[in-house]
């Protein structure tokens, strides 16, 4: 299922040993929050196709194949990796919950890959493999073409995963099918929170499989108009004074508002971004722990202090701002989960008794229509 680990905990060890020799270097790396600077340690050996021009591949780690038709499954969870784009762990992580719950043999459990350019180069997964920019993939930006890896055809992180639930919904492959679940920790759970607002999983009555998005521990939040929370407060919100936007033009530009959209976002439209955010059925997993305002991870830059200092914080400050601005009703399908003890880990929050209620627990009540294919972009987009 997955690629064997190369040797680089010799070059990782290396790397931190001259990061630590100078306080000037790694404090000028804390500017670009959670950049993975060395290769991934390891691809996943499946690989699903688009069709698109070239047919073009994503890999993917999973207890099954996602083409070969399987009547035990009744759960499919795609889990979203962090920055160092390790979906073996994260593949792990999740087959670890679903053995607890005990619902492993009916599960497809689904880990796709996005990889960065350094990836391709050092570990060759084939030219026909899409890869994105570090910031890219979690926003839904588009796939790279470069001179050194040519692509026919650049395509949309968020629209990989629209083509996966895609295939899901095929009742010739997965005909006792009953849910989705999609769930990212981290940099996964900034990838979960914004793509369950531009998803294209249709809104409709007559729809048949649930669907579910757990969010958990992100840096930031996507933010549904100007205003962001009072300095000092995690229940008031106003639009920044005139000061705050002066130290922080950029501060409700796509990926923390929804100015400047990236072109996948700008073709679901801001009024559609707003409306189909609220019906959605989404967890936000918190770590109780998770507080560490210095973390190497956590994005430090302006736009994401002010949704808080720490990630417990933001999470806490979000769903605060999502009745404000959506009224109480919006409990109905956006909920927060607390899980004691754990700070950033997701291992543990998967595992915690929380994550595995929310992941593997009672179906909610939103679902899941069987989509048609998206439409993939060809132009990469810069946001």
């Known amino acids: 299922m997955v690629a064997l680990k190369s040797g680089l905990k010799i070059r990782k060890l290396a790397a931190t040993l001259l990061l630590l020799g100078s306080s000037c270097i790694a404090l000028e790396l804390h500017t670009d929050p959670a950049v993975a600077v060395d290769p991934v340690d390891a691809v996943c050996s499946n690989r699903m196709t688009l069709s698109v021009t070239g047919n073009l591949k994503v890999p993917y780690c999973s207890n099954k194949i996602l083409d070969q038709p399987d009547l035990s499954v009744q759960r499919a969870v795609i889990v979203i990796h962090g920055t160092s784009r390790n979906a073996d762990d994260y593949y792990q992580y999740m087959e670890d919950a679903a053995k607890k719950a005990g619902k ?11 990889l960065r350019e350094e990836d391709i180069e050092s570990r060759n997964p084939g030219n026909d493999v899409l890869f994105w ?3 890219g993939w979690k926003e839904g930006d588009s796939s790279l073409s470069t001179s050194s890896n040519p692509r026919p055809a650049q ?23 009953q849910t989705i679940v999609i769930a990212g920790h981290s940099a996964g759970g900034q990838f979960t929170n914004r793509f369950a607002a531009g998803s294209q999983e249709p809104i409709v009555e007559s729809t048949v499989i649930p669907m579910r998005y757990i969010v958990a521990n992100p840096s930031s939040y996507l933010y549904m108009d100007e205003k962001r929370r009072v300095a000092g407060t995690v229940d008031k919100f106003a639009i920044p004074t005139a000061q705050e936007k002066s130290n922080c033009p950029n501060y409700n530009e796509y990926k923390y508002g929804l100015e400047k959209l990236n072109s996948y976002m700008q073709n679901i439209g801001v009024n559609k971004i707003r409306s189909q955010y609220a019906q959605r059925q989404v967890v936000y997993l918190l770590g109780e722990q998770d507080t560490d305002p210095n973390a190497d991870s956590l994005d430090k830059d302006c736009p994401a202090m002010l949704q808080g200092k720490q990630r417990f914080e933001r999470g ?11 009224g109480s009703t919006i409990q109905g399908n956006h909920t927060k989960v607390t899980v004691p003890g754990v700070a950033h880990s997701g291992r543990d929050m998967f595992n ?22 998206p439409t993939y972009p060809t132009s990469t987009s810069n946001s």
Do not use: C, E, W
Request: charged residues 10%; hydrophobic residues 35%.
């Open 352 to 373: 915690s008794d929380q994550g595995i209620q929310q992941i593997f627990g009672s179906s909610p009540n939103h679902h899941l229509n069987h989509p048609t294919q």
């Open 133 to 135: 920019t570090n910031d």
């Open 155 to 177: 395509v949309s992180s968020y629209d990989v995963v629209n083509f996966m639930m895609a295939k899901l919904a095929n009742r010739n492959v997965f005909p006792n099918l």
């Open 104 to 114: 492993l043999d009916g599960t497809i459990i689904l880990a796709p890959q996005f």
């Open 316 to 326: 806490t400050i979000f769903y605060n701002y999502l009745q404000q601005y959506y």
